[in-house]
């Protein structure tokens, strides 16, 4: 079993999508071994996204990830990292594929409702980030 670290973005919240997507979650076999609601700072989303801080979309990226509540998890499956990355579906939801989350919820390229890990160092970081061992079931 792989673990790897989602965040349902504020604009899903905001839509009132976060229940769709956490059924979809349950639906597709993960389990969900943490769980919380938070309102990042501008400064913990910085932190979050440091690998982006050269990019040109970095602030843009943190100003949005900071603009409302967000949920945080740790989901767990085999191969979850792609599977995870498979559901979200492609970065820009115009490119993303019929029945994938980032298709159904998602706004633009920055506004695409979910994160996903991309590799199991980076799952690591993401889940110590927000998470303690304690929080994980
Ligand atoms: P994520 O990390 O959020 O799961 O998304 P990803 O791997 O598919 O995309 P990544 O390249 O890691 O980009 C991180 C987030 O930055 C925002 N972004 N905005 N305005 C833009 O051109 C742009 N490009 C990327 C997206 O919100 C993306 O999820
Ligand atoms: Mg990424």
Same mark, same amino acid.
């Given at each position: 079993? $792989?673990?790897?670290?989602? &965040?349902?973005?504020?604009?899903? @919240?905001?839509?009132?999508?976060? +229940?769709?997507?956490?059924?979809?979650?349950?639906?597709? *076999?993960?389990? &969900?071994?943490?769980?919380?609601?938070?309102?990042?700072?501008? &400064?913990?989303? $910085? *932190? /979050?996204?440091?690998?982006?801080?050269?990019?040109?979309? /970095?602030? $843009? @990226?943190?100003? /949005?990830?900071?603009?409302?509540?967000? &949920?945080?998890?740790?989901?767990?499956?085999?191969?979850?990292?792609?599977?995870? =990355? $498979? @559901?979200? +579906?492609?970065?820009?939801?115009?490119?993303?594929?019929?029945?994938? @989350?980032? =298709?159904?919820?998602?706004?633009?390229?920055?506004?695409?409702?979910?994160?996903?890990?991309?590799?199991?160092?980076?799952?690591?970081?993401?889940?110590?980030? /927000?998470?303690?061992?304690?929080?994980?079931?």
């Amino acid at each position: 079993m $792989e673990r790897t670290f989602a &965040i349902i973005k504020p604009n899903a @919240l905001a839509d009132g999508n976060a +229940g769709k997507i956490i059924s979809r979650i349950y639906e597709e *076999g993960f389990t &969900i071994v943490g769980l919380k609601k938070l309102y990042l700072s501008k &400064i913990e989303a $910085e *932190g /979050f996204y440091h690998v982006h801080r050269e990019r040109p979309f /970095f602030d $843009e @990226l943190t100003d /949005f990830m900071a603009s409302g509540p967000c &949920i945080v998890m740790v989901l767990q499956a085999d191969n979850a990292i792609t599977r995870w =990355r $498979e @559901l979200m +579906g492609a970065t820009d939801p115009a490119e993303a594929a019929e029945g994938t @989350l980032r =298709r159904e919820f998602g706004k633009s390229v920055g506004v695409n409702a979910t994160h996903g890990s991309d590799a199991p160092e980076t799952a690591a970081f993401e889940i110590g980030y /927000f998470f303690s061992g304690l929080e994980l079931l």
